[in-house]
């Protein structure tokens, strides 16, 4: 079964310091990688996504993040923050066949503090 | 182009009772998904529909069900509510999963008193 581990549940950096936001798979084929971001009693919005291709994805809002198989990592980064990034963000992966349709299966999620 | 809509955004049921939440997807997608997020639990994946048919489905009791009409909307119906049916229930649609991207709704947050 898949698993998504995002280590730190609570992130905080100051406004303009570099961003990191980490994020590692547990999946026998090299799975869709998602990240999400969560706004106060909002649903969740796409920030980027790896299906196949290059390995770094760039995103919304200057947002990153690099595949990397041999580590089984995706994670996510902006090298400059901005107060509006305070959100809660989550990594997600999605099999790329088999019966997995329509299933995302979550980390637990970061909540992002930006202090000005 | 409309995003996802989910219907209605709150509500509060007691133990006990049934609760149907309805989804709307954008326009062409057919496929619908639904998942559970509680503080405890984060999110949860519950089905996934597509032209009507349930497709996949997590590990959640009978109590949880769910459909998908001939417009793609989708509906959830939870029985028997019980406390920790507590959460917010996030609707996501999507044209040809896991090929494209899931987009979600606002959610339903749900309370059980």
């Known amino acids: 079964a898949q698993s998504v581990t995002q280590l730190g549940s609570h992130v905080s950096v100051s406004e303009g310091a570099l961003v990191l936001l980490r994020c590692n798979y547990s999946?026998?084929?090299?799975?869709?990688l998602f990240w999400y971001v969560q706004y106060p009693n909002q649903g969740l919005q796409l920030l980027l996504k790896y299906t196949t291709g290059a390995t770094l994805v760039k995103g919304i809002n200057g947002f990153e993040a690099e595949f990397k198989k041999s580590e089984t990592s995706f994670h996510l980064t902006k090298p400059s923050a901005h107060m509006s990034d305070a959100a809660e963000y989550f990594c997600a992966v999605s099999d790329i066949g088999g019966t997995s349709y329509g299933k995302l299966t979550f980390g637990q999620g970061t909540i992002l503090t930006v202090h000005p | 182009k409309a995003g996802v809509t989910q219907t209605p955004r709150y509500l509060i049921k007691t133990r006990g009772q049934q609760v149907t939440l309805s989804c709307s997807p954008i326009s062409g997608h057919r496929s619908v998904s639904w998942y559970q997020q509680t503080p405890g639990q984060g999110l949860q994946f519950l089905f996934e529909?597509?032209?009507?048919?349930?497709?996949n489905k997590g590990n959640f009791p009978g109590r949880f069900s769910g459909r998908q009409f001939s417009n793609s909307r989708s509906e959830m119906n939870v029985s028997t509510l019980e406390l920790g049916d507590s959460a917010l229930y996030l609707c996501?649609?999507?044209?040809?999963?896991?090929?494209?991207?899931?987009?979600f709704g606002q959610g339903t947050r749900l309370t059980v008193v």
């Open positions: 529909y597509f032209s009507e048919t349930q497709r």
């Open positions: 996501a649609s999507s044209l040809d999963p896991p090929n494209t991207e899931a987009f």
């Open positions: 999946s026998s084929v090299p799975p869709y």
